[in-house]
């Protein structure tokens, strides 16, 4: 099959890992989100899994994988991982700490290993549709290769969005 796809080191790590995936690119557009993603692939938007990065008081970084129609409760989330507080980092920060652009951030490849936490009801679904490291690029993967592949703890800080 032809590559006509980056090769991200989201890429790289998913073939190392052996994880199927199926590429899905879309027209990226600034500020469209998880919408855009699912409205350009026609699938729910629930599927479309967001990967945030966020750092705690002590400034430790990690990230949170969450449905692309929720948000995440952040006090909630500090309180799972015992923490005073929890917040998103400032895009310079985030960039930093996974080498990739935001709009672009994948769990997969990032430049430090972080630690990751995944909302449980992700793991539920058939299939999720996931950033493969470049703005406009998605990964279709299973919810069990995803857990076979990244060291993922499970989370209940799901709120609407």
Not at 26 to 43: C, I
Request: include cysteine; proline fraction near 7%.
């Amino acid at each position: 099959m032809k590559n006509d796809f980056p090769s991200t080191p989201a890429v790289h790590f998913l073939r190392a890992q052996k994880v199927e995936f199926k590429p899905h690119l879309y027209p990226w557009e600034e500020h469209g989100g998880t919408a855009r993603a699912a409205e350009m692939l026609g699938v729910p938007e629930h599927h479309v899994i967001k990967t945030l990065v966020m750092e705690t008081d002590a400034h430790k970084p990690l990230l949170v994988l969450m449905h692309g129609d929720r948000e995440v409760s952040t006090k909630n989330l500090a309180r799972a991982l015992g923490a005073k507080h929890v917040t998103p980092c400032e895009v310079p920060v985030a960039q930093k700490h996974t080498g990739y652009s935001v709009g672009g951030i994948s769990p997969f490849g990032t430049r430090s290993q972080l630690p990751v936490y995944v909302e449980a009801s992700i793991l539920a679904l058939d299939r999720i549709y996931i950033n493969g490291g470049r703005r406009g690029f998605l990964v279709e993967i299973a919810p069990a290769d995803l857990r076979r592949a990244l060291p993922v703890q499970e989370v209940d800080v799901a709120i609407e969005a």
